[in-house]
Nanobody, 117 residues
């Protein structure tokens, strides 16, 4: 069974950095798009960044200039480098693999990011 496994979360001070990783445990060739979302209890899950198989990226306005999404197709891994972190970035970050058409998707379990002094 194919799974997405996120890692790299933790506690960081405001202004600090983290790099999240999302690795697929098996082959998911049909799910070429990868997105990072985040969720805070009581709020809707929100899109943070996305990347296509060819490397085209998109970002939510609230992370532009601070976060960078990238992928290593040979390792079946997508990364989210987060700089200049703010307390408002505290959330569970989840990885999603999908086909770009809305027909098929796969979610990871998430990794907690806490920004606090």
């Amino acid at each position: 069974q194919v799974q997405l496994v996120e890692s790299g979360g933790g506690l960081v001070q405001p202004g600090g950095s983290l790099r999240l990783s999302c690795t697929a445990s098996g082959s998911i060739f049909s799910l070429n798009f990868r997105d990072w979302y985040r969720q805070v209890p009581g709020k809707q899950r929100e899109l943070v960044a996305g990347i296509t198989s060819s490397g085209r990226t998109k970002y939510a306005d609230f992370v532009k200039g601070r976060f960078t999404i990238s992928r290593d197709n040979a390792k079946n891994t997508v990364y989210l480098k987060m700089n200049s972190l703010k307390p408002a970035d505290t959330a569970v970050y989840l990885c999603k693999a999908h086909d770009g058409l809305g027909y098929s998707s796969l979610w990871g379990q998430g990794t907690q990011v806490t920004v606090s002094s």
